[in-house]
């Protein structure tokens, strides 16, 4: 359980929160890679930490993430001409570069220069490991690229697939930390769907399933199952009404970790996880010996090594 001021420090992330603060010092992925793939290919829509940006790739491949309001009078740039080398307002022409810098104003005279004083918030767009990043802190510190296992193996030894769930980031996030309902939610596909693939968008609930047990809830697909009933306890869930159990000790110790980074980044204390030596860690199940501590026997399966597989029983 968590206070209500807890509940609003952990789940809000918009602009000029403590959390808002910790999630801008990493990179965080934006969109799939096969999102914007080609040159003046159409602008894509995306919203992040509560902001509303307009990704593009310009005539040169340039990557750029910007603001998705037309700083002239407030059209959004996802109806956008991406052409010659920036995105054009399609109401009165406007023009801009992946940068946010305004090029172009048709109305005003070129020499007036009044294009060069407009320019809309952007942030970096990197790709990596069929991922494109941004970063949307402060310049200086703007960490090294993501160094996640997935993200520097080669194309053929991974797959990524993205899906919109209607609901804070925390709870998906304590959804997939959340070990003991794997045996309950998604003990019917285990074997079947072990890379979420074919999980469907509308829920299809089905009720003779979950009573003859096809699947455990009556939703096909891990994916879908996760985001029935994560999405079910509303856009933020009230934390202060829950009844936590032993088998919550993850998400109880995760919440501790996020709140104490957001609250020492407050105090300048450089947070964690954003040094590439902090992401070489991989998922892995192992069976330890009952006499020793998780922390030691399973570090060796829990650090990426190259060549060498994932442990699994
Ligand atoms: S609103 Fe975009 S150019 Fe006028
Ligand atoms: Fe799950």
Redesign the pocket.
Known sequence: MLRKEQNDLITQTGPKTAMGDLFRRHWIPALLADELPANDCPPVRVKLLSERLVAFRDSEGRLGLIDEF??????S?WFGRNEKCGLR??????KFDVSGQCVEVPSEPVESKFADKIKLKSYPLVERGGVLWTYMGPVEFLPPLPEWEFATVPAKHRFISKRFQECNYLQAMEGGIDSSHVSFLHSGNLESDPLFKGARGNYLMDREAQRQGTTYSGVEGIAIQDGSLQESMGPIVDRTKENLVSTDNGIIMARHRLMKAAKELAKGIFPPGVEPAHQKVRSASVILPPDQPFKDAAREALTVRKGVAPASV
């Open positions: 037309c700083p002239h009078r407030g059209a740039l307002c399609p109401y009165h022409g406007w």
